[in-house]
């Protein structure tokens, strides 16, 4: 067996419409739906559309610099999500990966108190994850390689656009 999981925007196309339904069937009705950028801008925009949520905010969160490297704590970058926005609301929080779970423990717990409900969707969830997510497609310890991430970035040189 590969020691990674790769997911395809084919695969992805299902996994978020089966996340979605999940939701759904608990009967939870998000007022908004909090991405964590980049990765969890997919599933929340995907999502937004299968639960018919149009009010879509960002949290900027660096924690990865490469496949299991990391820095010492996650970071919120700015612009951070204005709390006055959230307030009182039905939070669905979105995001590709539960992994270590610090990055949804610091977005969760920014929501703590202000909002009325905080939840938790991703696509996958490691078993080590200090989070246990509301909403998880599916479960897996291996690195996973997601669509949008495992290219590299294109460049232009002398004309030429280039992987980096
Ligand atoms: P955590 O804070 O739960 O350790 O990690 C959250 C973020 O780290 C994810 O949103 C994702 O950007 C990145 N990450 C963690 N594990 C993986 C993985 O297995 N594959 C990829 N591509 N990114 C990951």
Known sequence: MSDR???TWE???SASRELAEQVAADGYRPDIILSIARGGLF??????YALDVKNLHVANVEFYTGVDERLPVPIMLPPVPNVVDLSGAHVLVADDV???GATLKLVRDFCTGHVADVRCAVV???PHSTVQCEYVWRRTDRWINFPWSTQPPVVERNGQVLDA
């Open 5 to 7: 999981e790769t997911l």
């Open 11 to 13: 695969l992805f196309g």
């Open 43 to 48: 599933v929340a925009g995907a999502l937004g």
């Open 98 to 100: 539960a992994d270590t």
């Open 124 to 126: 996958y969830e490691k």
